[in-house]
């Protein structure tokens, strides 16, 4: 395999690997190569990302090397983060959102029968914003992931504590009303 296809390799591992990086070990190690050699790959990749044509760069930090944006383009990172449109959900989030604040820890499963359809992407959504984060596995089969709400998901809702969540009477007539008006509250967070 010629140093081309080699990079192609790297850019893919750095980019699976995410915020956590890859040191040079581990580099060398999945690609079974002398770490003298995996240096040279990732240097000669680094430097293709140097080009003004290139929006990622390479940095190291701690020990691993990482993709990461440039910063010269830092302004339009900021408009496309705090623009309106990343910061809605969905009724199906705000729905999953609302039942793992409620009954966490919860396996996607447990949402899945409360929702009464998958619920795989709204809680990749709600991760991915960092809503919710797996908060342990559950006993028995399969070890189901169970997932609860996180610090950031205090902190953008105004709580000190996930005790002072409003109640939410579901099974109650007027159970819909107040499941209504906790999701039109929700919607409001994300849409201010």
């Known amino acids: ?3 081309i296809n080699w990079k192609s390799i ?3 591992l750095l980019f699976a690997a995410g915020d956590e990086g890859l040191t040079l070990k581990q580099l060398s190690a999945v690609l079974e190569l002398e770490e003298g050699i995996a240096f040279d790959v990732l240097a000669s990749l ?4 140097e080009s003004p ?10 020990g691993a090397f990482l993709l990461t944006t440039k910063k010269e383009h830092s302004i339009y990172l900021k408009k496309l983060v705090e623009s ?3 910061q809605t959900l969905s009724q199906a ?6 039942i793992v604040a409620y009954k966490q820890p919860i396996a996607r499963t447990e949402v899945e029968s409360i929702r009464g359809v998958k619920s795989e992407r709204p809680l990749q959504t709600l991760a991915a914003k960092a809503l919710i984060k797996e908060v342990g596995r559950a006993e028995g089969t399969g070890r189901a992931i169970l997932y609860g709400t996180t610090r950031e998901f205090l902190d953008y809702f105004g709580l000190k504590d996930i005790k002072e969540l409003p109640p939410l009477a579901l099974n109650t ?3 819909e009303e107040e499941a209504d008006l906790f999701f039109e509250k929700f919607q409001e967070t994300f849409e201010n």
Not at 46 to 49: P, S, V
Not at 53 to 62: K, N
Not at 93 to 98: I, K
């Open 1 to 3: 395999m010629d140093i």
């Open 10 to 12: 790297v850019e893919s």
């Open 53 to 62: 044509d290139r929006g990622i760069a390479i940095i190291e930090l701690a």
């Open 46 to 49: 680094k430097d293709d990302y």
């Open 93 to 98: 989030a705000l729905e999953t959102l609302a």
């Open 173 to 175: 007539e007027d159970g």
């Open 84 to 86: 309106p449109a990343s």
